[in-house]
């Protein structure tokens, strides 16, 4: 029984993540007061990806694509399953560093450009998240997550936490103001601009799947109440998105300055407040 | 910033701006330069639409039996009405309704037209000469 | 020998430095017209500047003295540019009235609508660019609101002229479709919703933090830069240059109507928004005034003589002071046409201001000189 | 109609490139995707990247200095896609037909599936526009290549022309 519901919901997770996406693009287009696509969008997406005429660059730049969504799926069953922690870290942010070791094998400068943010988000995403574990283990003694699971209600102990990883969702998914490895704008979509079609659609199902990965790091602070945990999970994204809509592109530095800035201080202070035991 | 944020989770609630187009349908205003009808009846083929029209979308062909076909390139017009002012007869009227797209099935090709058109025209004027000719000579 | 090789090769090493080259154009997301930029930078800052703007030439100079007799010039200079299309065919009708010697009989009313259409053209010009300047920054939020808002002044136009772009409205000798009075009011009425979301709109560019923060003194034009680079419209305007062709050139009835000015002295991108959004206000008072002004009446004169004089005008489009010039020799079709368009003028300082500013500000700041590549290319 | 089919005509990312015009029909192509029309009910994003485009919509003329571009990007649009000249200009050359500088309309350069005529062509228009489009579209695989005259021209034996496309699948 402890063992399948991780499973089902891994394998499902290209599922779960799919209708997650279309929800935030519903979402933003009710946000920006128009109908917006159907809820299965992406779904339709992905499925017209796979059929489009495969146009190769090197074969380099496509293993780099299917290798950014093995380490993603690795990362996401580690997290699933009940691993370490640091592992899942670890291969989140390997997963995003293949995808700009891609990017740069490829001649076009956008890609170069969008391949160099890249790296910064690594850079802003992390740290935190790593404090977030030594945090983790400060309350539960245990970087193992089928342990951390088991506790409950951890917003109560650590709530500053939570502040900051909310504070880097929006640099984690990609969404304004901390959008700059993308910035459409910009450079087009950065990393990805010279992947189409087939090889296109790994990094798409990624996206999906780092959502889910999203959802479950917000998951793991609510756990105890099935009906708290869904309730924080939407309200977290719905403002995050509401973020997203309501705050222009920053620039790069703009994005460390500021996830270093606001979100370690806040993991730090409820560090030491848990050290010193008033939380 | 707080602004958009409220605006934007108010507009969660709100009912979106837009027009369902193709599933609901749409009514241009009445006096929208939409397309160009021409009336065979009124016409007298003046030919002073195809002096008048900017892009030349339209043509008149005067065949080699002396009947007339007013040609009109909807791919080509730019709707500016110009056409409809300067016709002496009312024989032309603009619709407030837009074209349809055309595809390849239906599509003119419209400089084979063109130079057909001038050919016809050619001829037509050789006739003419030649009709006039023969009056003088009798 | 060997030593003086390795020298050289130092020496080129020294001289040649290595630039990442960013290629914008001619097919970009954040300009749809076809403009090329080759941007070489360093670290992301742009160094070097290289650009090119005749992607778009088509040869309307030419063709109006070759193809098109002069009544149907207005149509034609309509197509210079669909965002100023009723800028282009007015100044285009009263130059070809001035070269005949007619501008003088031209009646009121014509003038007037004139007028309104030129100012609802400027309007949605300005909300187009204002809107886009918030999508190129990432604020699609915003971008969405105020087009959602600029479809009313689409209606408008497409209720008053029959089209929700080219206008087509202005012939020469007049106008030739009246606005009727159960139009007026209709434009009358959403005039006020118009002003309201102007009213949106500058509370977004004065209150909102990101945005601000994001053009807040980016792309600084000073008074005596923009004097120097002789720089035109709205530009000018945010430099603190008072310089508008509505009161220099007097083919409407902008003097009648008590114009004003508006002018800013900071001369960033943000000031140049600013200026827009606040000329919407006095675009709208001007509409309202010109339909107080005059009564249904004459529209048009007939115009029977051809053009045999030579004559200029000038005319203030959204982007600045736009320039006609005919030569008529009395034949069917003028000797020589020119037109001078204002991003033509406005974009000798886009290098200047663009050197060492980071590449993701470069969209905003070429978006805040709203530059018109289908005139500049005609 | 199975999945495969129905995504196909479910998901159109558009491309855009104007080859002169006047602008008038880009800018209600940008109007299509505010609130007031919002295409996105359709799935169409404006990717601008002709690398993930399906539905490729010119606007304009074709200058000569933007014919290079067009076809490159035509060439660089994968397949299975569809081509819509959007504006009187783009189908025929409109007012500009004739003029020196242009090459009268979008088909003489590459292959035209649509015509959207009006001068501006209407947001209205233009959705008609696509929504033919995909008729066609689902009617397309990703093995049926059209090539462009001027490709054809270049390269007029079949050896040749597998040479090109080699170097397509290449790029």
């Known amino acids: 029984m402890d063992f399948l519901l991780p499973a089902s919901l891994l394998v499902l997770s290209p599922l779960i993540g799919g209708l997650l996406e279309g929800t935030f693009r519903k979402l933003n287009a009710r946000m920006q007061n128009r109908v917006g696509p159907p809820i299965v969008q992406p779904f339709y997406d992905l499925f017209k990806l796979l059929q489009k005429r495969p146009i190769l660059i090197n074969n380099y730049h496509v293993i780099m694509a299917y290798a950014h969504l093995v380490a993603m799926v690795i990362a996401l069953a580690t997290f699933l399953l009940g691993g370490d922690f640091l592992l899942v870290i670890f291969f989140h942010g390997m997963s995003l560093a293949l995808l700009s070791m891609g990017a740069y094998g490829v001649r076009s400068s956008y890609s170069q450009v969008g391949a160099t943010r890249e790296l910064l988000h690594i850079l802003a995403v992390e740290p935190v998240l790593i404090m977030i574990a030594a945090n983790l283990y400060l309350n539960t003694g245990t970087f193992l997550l089928s342990e951390i699971f088991n506790s409950n209600f951890l917003f109560k102990s650590m709530p500053l936490a939570f502040l900051a990883l909310v504070a880097v969702l929006p640099a984690k998914l990609k969404k304004s103001p901390f959008d700059v490895s993308e910035a459409h704008q910009e450079i087009i979509g950065g990393p990805e601009i010279e992947y189409s079609g087939p090889f296109y659609a790994p990094i798409y199902l990624a996206k999906w799947l780092e959502e889910v990965l999203s959802a479950g790091l917000i998951a793991m602070f609510f756990l105890g109440n099935p009906v708290i945990t869904l309730i924080a999970i939407s309200v977290t994204f719905t403002f995050v998105l509401a973020v997203d809509n309501s705050t222009a592109r920053l620039s790069y530095w703009d994005m460390v300055k500021y996830t270093w800035e606001i979100s370690i201080p806040l993991v730090l202070v409820n560090l030491v407040l848990n050290y010193v035991g008033v939380l | 910033m707080l602004k958009m944020f409220l605006t934007s989770v108010l507009n969660l609630f709100r009912k979106p701006a837009t027009h369902l187009y193709p599933f609901e349908p749409y009514e241009p205003f009445e006096d929208y330069r939409g397309r160009i009808v021409w009336n065979e009846e009124k016409c007298t083929f003046c030919m002073r639409c195809e002096m008048v029209c900017p892009p030349g979308a339209i043509k008149i062909m005067i065949m080699e039996d002396d009947t007339k076909r007013w040609l009109w390139n909807p791919a080509q017009c730019i709707y500016c009405g110009e056409c409809v002012r300067n016709c002496p007869f009312g024989a032309l009227t603009q619709e407030n309704q837009y074209s349809p797209p055309l595809d390849k099935s239906n599509k003119r090709d419209w400089s084979e037209i063109e130079r057909e058109a001038e050919r016809l025209k050619l001829l037509w004027r050789e006739r003419l000469r030649k009709k006039s000719q023969a009056k003088k000579s009798s | 020998m060997a030593s003086e090789s390795k020298n050289k090769t130092r020496e080129i090493q020294i001289k040649e430095k290595v630039y990442t080259t960013i290629p914008f154009g001619s097919q970009h997301v954040a300009l749809p017209e076809p403009i090329k930029f080759i941007f070489d930078t360093e670290n992301e800052i742009v160094k070097e500047i290289k650009f090119d703007i005749a992607y778009v030439h088509r040869g309307i100079e030419k063709a109006l003295t070759t193809m098109f007799d002069f009544r149907k010039a207005p149509y034609v200079v309509g197509r210079v540019c669909g965002i100023c299309s009723a800028a282009h065919t007015i100044p285009c009708a009263v130059v070809m009235e001035r070269a005949i010697g007619i501008d003088r009989e031209i009646p009121d009313r014509a003038k007037a609508i004139r007028m309104i259409a030129l100012e609802i053209n400027r309007l949605q010009s300005h909300f187009l660019i204002n809107g886009h300047l918030a999508e190129v920054c990432g604020y699609e939020n915003v971008f969405m609101h105020i087009w959602r808002d600029r479809e009313m002044i689409m209606d408008l136009a497409d209720m008053l002229f029959g089209n929700r772009v080219q206008y087509d409205v202005v012939c020469v000798g007049g106008v030739n479709r009246d606005i009727p009075k159960d139009k007026e009011r209709v434009l009358l009425d959403k005039l006020n919703e118009i002003e309201k979301s102007v009213e949106f709109m500058e509370k977004i560019f004065t209150k909102d933090r990101t945005l601000v923060s994001r053009l807040k003194g980016l792309g600084v034009v000073s008074k005596e830069m923009a004097l120097e680079y002789g720089i035109v419209g709205p530009m000018a305007r945010a430099s603190g240059v008072k310089t508008d062709c509505r009161v220099e050139d007097d083919w409407g009835l902008y003097k009648d109507l008590g114009f004003e000015m508006v002018t800013m002295e900071e001369g960033d991108s943000l000031a140049r928004c600013l200026v827009r959004v606040r000329e919407c206000y006095e675009s709208i008072r001007i509409i309202r005034e010109a339909i107080k002004s005059t009564e249904e009446g004459e529209i048009s004169i007939k115009v029977t003589a051809n053009p045999k004089y030579e004559a200029v005008c000038r005319n203030e489009a959204p982007r600045g002071e736009l320039f006609y010039y005919v030569k008529g020799t009395g034949g069917i079709m003028p000797d020589r046409v020119r037109i001078r368009t204002p991003t033509l003028a406005n974009i000798p300082i886009l290098p200047e201001v663009m050197k060492d500013v980071s590449y993701n500000d470069i969209p905003p700041l070429l978006m805040s000189f709203d530059p018109c590549i289908a005139c500049t290319g005609r | ?171």
């Open chain 4, 1 to 171: 109609m199975s999945i495969f089919a129905l995504s196909r005509v479910k998901s159109p990312w558009i491309l855009h490139y104007d080859t002169g015009g006047c602008n008038g029909c880009d800018i209600e192509i940008l109007a299509v995707l505010t609130p007031r029309y919002d295409v996105e009910r359709f799935g169409m994003i404006n990717r601008g990247n002709p690398k993930q485009a399906d539905v490729f919509l010119v606007t304009g003329p074709v200058t000569k200095r933007c014919r290079e571009r067009l076809i490159n990007l035509y060439l660089q649009v994968p397949e299975p896609k569809v081509v819509v000249a959007v504006g009187s200009c783009a189908c025929d050359g409109g007012v500009f037909r004739n003029m020196y500088n242009v090459e009268n309309g979008v088909d003489k350069v590459i292959p035209v599936d649509v015509y959207v005529p009006g001068c501006a062509a209407r947001p209205h228009q233009i959705i008609d526009g696509v929504v033919k489009a995909l008729e066609i579209l689902s009617k397309k695989t990703k093995e049926n290549i059209e090539l462009p005259e001027y490709i054809k021209e270049r390269f007029p034996s079949l050896n040749d022309r597998r040479k090109v496309l080699e170097e397509m699948r290449k790029r």
